[in-house]
């Protein structure tokens, strides 16, 4: 890589001075219209109309910006579309979400059964909890518990997950992960109440589930690429879909990512440029996988790997006397995940940048655990958790432009530094 500091150094130095002059693709008032934009697409789920209008769009800005732009399809097993899903008791309905993945023959059903805790739950609706644990993946702990709830007989469970937003809360699921044995229904925390009295009381429950399963669902990355294919490669990534619209989840990552590649692409920076938006984040990373095995760099090849992860510019809230209010600083609950050879230019780059230090010396976070697991030995990315993560209330409100620019910044000042030094960015 020396061979290239210098000129790499001195070409940078002009591209920055040009793109001083140019249009500022970094103020945080764009960056929060590019997440209103992603935001309006609606439903952002792997395989939906939502997803498709994302990738098209993301296509057209990178298109606009001066990169040459594919798609690369992305087929998954299957996904599961919900129409509708409500749970009833005691006259008030609540909107529930099916637990990925529900019975193959139970896609769509009606159920009517009383709803229990504890004792004898055959034929019954039984309630379940699983605490809040802060994490984004089913694990181990959450099968076993619903195993051995569904062990117990009952026509269907009635399953609450705690999260700060005591919401329909769901986790991320693999195209591995088998079928429950019953149906397992979700509903918002806030009802726990409503739903205890009931349980209490032996009150019937209804369920009214529609939805069915898709086979061989077709997504799309985005692929983007900018340069002349002769120098060094730095690849820049960051997820589309989630659960339910995820703004705050992956608007702040998508406006971020179409930021710095404007920015690179003004600035003419002599680097090679592969920007990369994946799908089916939630139902097994799919995206990711297919991009390493096919249309990534080979690591050797490649100076860099920057990656927007998940709520990275999220606003933090705090308990009133009057319920939550939402605050004006960013959530702390996010990682600057690095490899060791990074830790120079993160300390350079990101001085002044709120978010714990992760160093990943064995296992890095989300899908930057993919892209070290192949082989790229030096990378960034930034990822997070916030009130509203992986529920329905992830709205517009979550973010704004005052905590979105400085991400945008401490990344695009990263690219500068690696356009400047090369190989020497890393040590």
Not at 21 to 45: I, K, N
Not at 97 to 106: A, G, L, N, Y
Not at 118 to 143: C, E, F, N, Q
Not at 291 to 296: D, E, I, M, N, S
């Amino acid at each position: 890589m020396r061979r290239w500091l210098l000129p790499l150094a001195m070409a940078a130095a002009v591209g920055l001075e040009q793109q001083a002059a140019a249009q500022d693709f970094l103020a945080g008032a764009d960056l929060h219209q590019d997440v209103a934009r992603y935001a309006s697409f609606g439903l952002h789920r792997f395989g939906t109309e939502g997803d498709r209008a994302t990738t098209d769009w993301i296509a057209t800005e990178m298109q606009a910006a001066g990169f040459k732009v594919e798609f690369q399809p992305v087929v998954l097993g299957r996904q599961y579309v919900v129409e509708h899903a409500t749970a009833e008791v005691e006259g008030t309905t609540v909107e529930a979400t099916p637990f990925w993945w529900p019975p193959e023959d139970q896609a769509s059903f009606r159920l009517t059964a009383k709803l229990a805790r504890d004792g004898d739950v055959a034929g019954k609706i039984l309630m379940l909890d699983l605490p809040d644990d802060r994490g984004a993946y089913l694990g181990p702990s959450h099968r076993a518990a619903i195993a051995k709830a569904a062990a117990r007989g009952p026509a269907a469970i009635l399953l609450i997950i705690g999260n700060a937003a005591d919401d329909r809360f769901a986790y991320n699921v693999t195209q591995e992960d088998k079928p429950w044995p019953v149906p397992v229904v979700v509903v918002p925390g806030r009802a726990r109440g409503l739903f205890e009295r009931a349980a209490a009381a032996g009150a019937p429950l209804s369920f009214d589930v529609a939805g069915h399963y898709r086979r061989d669902v077709v997504g799309r990355n985005v692929v983007a690429r900018l340069g002349d294919g002769i120098g060094p490669v730095v690849v820049v990534s960051t997820p589309l879909t989630g659960w339910y619209t995820c703004v705050c989840e992956r608007g702040p990552g998508v406006a971020n990512f179409l930021a710095v590649a404007r920015s690179v692409a003004a600035a003419k920076m002599p680097l090679d440029f592969v920007f990369v938006a994946t799908v089916g984040h939630e139902i097994g990373h799919g995206g990711m996988e297919l991009f390493l095995k096919h249309g990534a760099p080979p690591p050797k090849a490649t100076l860099a790997w920057l990656h927007f992860g998940s709520s990275n510019a999220c606003y933090a809230w705090t308990e009133g006397a009057q319920g939550p209010v939402r605050s004006n600083e960013v959530n702390d609950e996010r990682l600057l995940i690095y490899s060791p050879s990074a830790t120079s230019l993160v300390g350079e780059s990101f001085a002044t940048f709120k978010a714990r230090r992760f160093e990943a010396k064995q296992q890095a976070v989300g899908e930057l655990r993919d892209v070290q697991a192949a082989g790229y030995a030096n990378f960034i990315g930034l990822a997070g958790y916030h009130r509203f993560f992986h529920t329905p209330g992830d709205d517009l409100g979550n973010t704004g432009p005052d905590i979105l620019e400085p991400v945008a910044r401490a990344f695009a000042d990263a690219v500068r530094k690696i356009a400047e030094r090369g190989g020497g960015a890393f040590r």
